[in-house]
Every structure is written in structure tokens, then in C-alpha cells.
Nanobody, 118 residues
Framework: VQLQASGGGLVQGGESLRLSCSGS????????MGWFRQAPGKEREWVSY????????AYADSVMGRFTISEDVDENTVYLQMNGLEPEDTAVYYC????????????WGQGTQVTVSS
């Protein structure tokens, strides 16, 4: 069982990136999927959540209106579209999966670095 996060990079403020989280050994559609990020010297923070087959979408206030979580069921991949990136969005981004009705995320991807220059 593995989650693979990718799509990070170095961009200028105002630009966009799309992060991908692909699963092997688990069907992501059946899991609640979260995106988290951790900036240097800061604690990991939750960014976005996609509920399992229930249409739930949720976003942290800091990214509301700029980030969008989505998925491609056929590709077994969850995406985080990030528009209007700001230097404050610089962090390592992680995707994670949790079984329905669980609070703790059971599976984590390895992280992908997003750096936004001003």
C-alpha cells in the first residue's frame, strides 16, 4: 500500500500548480483523502479534504477560493489544484488517506515540495 504525491515545484507568486496523489494497493475512492502541508519550522497543517463517495469537500480558510481538491477515479488519483499561489504557501505537501469513519489518517504519501517566490 502506497501513496505517491507529485507535482510540486518552484513558481512565482500568482502562478498555479496541480499536485497529484496516486494510490497503489488501495482504491482512493473508498477513502477520505486529505492534503496537508508543513512549512519549515512550523507544524503540519491541514489544507483540504475530500470525503469518500459523499461529495464532501473542505478547505482551510487560508486556501479557500484558491485551492480545489478533485479526483480521477479511473486513474486512482486525487488532485490539489492550487491557483493564486502565495509565498506563504511554500511548504512540503503531503496527501493522506483514512478509512471512512476514522479520525486518524492511516496512509501518507512522501511529500512534494512547493516553493513560491515573491
Amino acid at each position: 500500500v502506497q501513496l505517491q504525491a507529485s507535482g510540486g515545484g518552484l513558481v512565482q507568486g500568482g502562478e498555479s500548480l496541480r499536485l497529484s496523489c496516486s494510490g497503489s494497493g488501495l482504491t482512493l475512492e473508498g477513502f477520505g483523502m486529505g492534503w496537508f502541508r508543513q512549512a519549515p519550522g512550523k507544524e503540519r497543517e491541514w489544507v483540504s479534504y475530500r470525503g469518500s463517495r459523499d461529495g464532501t469537500r473542505a478547505y482551510a480558510d487560508s486556501v479557500m477560493g484558491r485551492f480545489t481538491i478533485s479526483e480521477d477515479v479511473d486513474e486512482n488519483t486525487v488532485y490539489l489544484q492550487m491557483n493564486g499561489l502565495e509565498p506563504e504557501d511554500t511548504a512540503v505537501y503531503y496527501c493522506a488517506a483514512k478509512s471512512k469513519m476514522r479520525v486518524v489518517y492511516e496512509y501518507w504519501g512522501q511529500g512534494t515540495q512547493v516553493t513560491v517566490s515573491s
